[in-house]
C-alpha cells in the first residue's frame, strides 16, 4: 500500500503541472487536447513496442477501455476552458469536486453502501469551493466549467477503475495505451465541429507551443497516467480522487511563481483552499491505516 500511494502522490505532482500548459500553450483548449492525446499516442506506442509491451486486444476489451478514455478527453477540453476563462489557480482547484461526485456516484454504480466518512470529506471540500464561488465572483463561469469537467473526471476514474478490476491480467501501459487512443478517437470526432463553429481560432501550434505539448504529453501525460493506473490496482478510487485534490497546491504554488497568480486571489480563495488541503491530509492518514471497507481494494461488480 505504501509503494502505491507513493505512486500515486508522484502523478498528483505531475497532474499539478498539467494546469500550467493552459495558459503557456496559445491554442484553445479543444486544439490544444487533441495535440495533447495526438503527441502521446505517437510517443507512448514505439516505447510499448520497443519494450515489448505493445498488446493487441480483443474489439471488445478495446472498446470498454477506450470508453474510459473518452470521458478523459472530454474532462480535459472542460478543464482547459476553465482555465482559459479564468485562470489555472481557480481551474485546477475546481478538481477538488472529484471526489465530492466519487462518493455519491462509486456506491450507486458499482452496488455498494455509502460511507459516511466518505460523504463527511467531501462535502468539507465542496464548502471550500463555495467559500471560493461565493465571495470571488470574478471567476464564476470558469468555477462552473471546472464543475462540470469534474463531474467527467470522476466518471473516468470509476470506469477505468472497473475495467482495471475486470481485466486485471492487463499491464498497466495496456489501459494507458487505449485509453489515450479512445480520448483522441472522441475529440478527433468533435474537432471538425469546432473548426467549423471557431473558423477565426488557429489550430496550428507555434515552435513554442510544440516545445510545451510534448513535454506535456511525454511527462506530464505518458508518466503520470502510467503512475496512477498503476497505483488504482491498490489503492480505492475515492482515496485516489480526493489525494488529486492536492493537485491545486502544487498548480497554483507554480502559478504564483510563473504568473505572478497570487495577486489575482483573494483571501476567501485561501480559506476554501485551506479546508480543501484539510480534508485530504486526514483522509490520507486515515487512508495508510489497515481497514476492512471495500474502498481498501477492488470493487466487485
Not at 474510459?68 to 489557480?89: D, E, R, T
Not at 485546477?92 to 466518505?118: E, M, Q, R, S
Not at 488557429?202 to 510545451?212: A, M
Amino acid at each position: 500500500m505504501n509503494k502505491a500511494l507513493l505512486k500515486l502522490h508522484i502523478s498528483v505532482l505531475l497532474a499539478g503541472a498539467t494546469g500550467l500548459f493552459g495558459r503557456l500553450v496559445s491554442l484553445q483548449e479543444l486544439p490544444l487536447v487533441w495535440y495533447r492525446l495526438m503527441l502521446t499516442v505517437v510517443m507512448l506506442i514505439p516505447i510499448l513496442y520497443f519494450q515489448h509491451k505493445l498488446q493487441k486486444l480483443e474489439w471488445k476489451k478495446v472498446m470498454q477501455i477506450a470508453g474510459a478514455g473518452m470521458f478523459l478527453g472530454v474532462h480535459w477540453v472542460l478543464f482547459y476552458a476553465s482555465i482559459k476563462a479564468s485562470n489555472v489557480s481557480i481551474g485546477v482547484v475546481c478538481c477538488a469536486l472529484i471526489g465530492f461526485y466519487t462518493a455519491f456516484l462509486d456506491p450507486i454504480i458499482n452496488h455498494h453502501k455509502f460511507y459516511l466518512k466518505d460523504i463527511f470529506f467531501s462535502m468539507l471540500t465542496l464548502t471550500g469551493l463555495l467559500l471560493i464561488f461565493h465571495f470571488d465572483t470574478r471567476y464564476r463561469l470558469g468555477i462552473a466549467i471546472g464543475a462540470v469537467s469534474s463531474l467527467l473526471a470522476a466518471l473516468f476514474s470509476i470506469y477505468s477503475k472497473k475495467v482495471t478490476s475486470k481485466y486485471p491480467e492487463l499491464p498497466t501501459s495496456t489501459f494507458v495505451n487505449y485509453e489515450m487512443i479512445g480520448g483522441l478517437m472522441i475529440i478527433s470526432i468533435t474537432l471538425p465541429f469546432y473548426m467549423n463553429l471557431y473558423p477565426e481560432n488557429s489550430i496550428v501550434p507555434c515552435t513554442t507551443d510544440w516545445i510545451y505539448l510534448i513535454i506535456l504529453a511525454l511527462v506530464c501525460t505518458i508518466g503520470q497516467y502510467l503512475l496512477q493506473i498503476g497505483a488504482l490496482k491498490k489503492v480505492s478510487t475515492f482515496t485516489m480522487n480526493l489525494s488529486y485534490n492536492l493537485e491545486p497546491v502544487y498548480s497554483i504554488i507554480l502559478a504564483m511563481i510563473l504568473f505572478g497568480e497570487s495577486q489575482e486571489l483573494n483571501f476567501s480563495f485561501y480559506v476554501g483552499l485551506a479546508l480543501i488541503v484539510c480534508s485530504v491530509v486526514v483522509q490520507n492518514l486515515i487512508a495508510s491505516r489497515p481497514s476492512k471497507s471495500p474502498l481498501k481494494g477492488d470493487f466487485k461488480d
